[in-house]
């Protein structure tokens, strides 16, 4: 059987654009969706990083044997958990506290306080938009950490 179209077929003049319009549309949405994610991810990884950076660094400044091997091992700490995130160390910004204030850090019952802080780039930010320095984001941890109440007993 032969069926008869009642109408035949007219071009239109929107006909073959819904590919066009399927790829602006695409881009117009799904560039910045991209882009969101890649800065959240940077983000992401620089707060994970000084996180387990300054909570590394307060556990090896506790349990040091002394004041100057803490911060020699606190700053290890820190490099190597900088250093995973790909975070270079020299430019983090560092603060160690104790409590009591003005007391040593280093006895017993003692509270220590590390603060570790970066500055996180922005991914794929044109070097013209960055006359002033770098587009950056900055982020901070703190932790801290009670010394061993037995600290310097077996010394």
Do not use: K
């Not at 077929?9 to 549309?25: H, I, K, N, P, Q």
């Not at 996180?51 to 490099?79: C, L």
């Not at 250093?83 to 003692?110: F, M, N, Q």
């Not at 587009?135 to 010394?147: C, D, F, K, R």
């Amino acid at each position: 059987m032969r069926r008869w179209r009642l109408f035949p077929r007219v071009m239109r003049a929107d006909d073959g654009t819904a590919s066009l319009e399927f790829v602006t549309a695409g881009m117009i949405l799904l560039l910045p969706m991209v882009y969101l994610v890649l800065t959240m991810s940077a983000l992401q990884a620089g707060a994970l990083a000084v996180e387990g950076a300054a909570r590394q660094a307060v556990r090896v400044y506790a349990q040091a044997p002394d004041a100057r091997s803490a911060e020699a091992e606190a700053a290890r700490a820190i490099q190597f958990a900088l250093a995973d995130y790909g975070i270079d160390s020299s430019s983090a910004s560092v603060s160690i506290s104790c409590s009591p204030l003005g007391a040593e850090c280093l006895r017993r019952r003692a509270t220590v306080t590390i603060t570790v802080g970066v500055s996180v780039g922005l991914p794929l930010v044109p070097s013209a938009l960055t006359v002033g320095g770098p587009l950056t984001v900055a982020v901070g941890s703190t932790a801290t950490e009670q010394v061993s109440r037995f600290w310097g007993a077996g010394r």
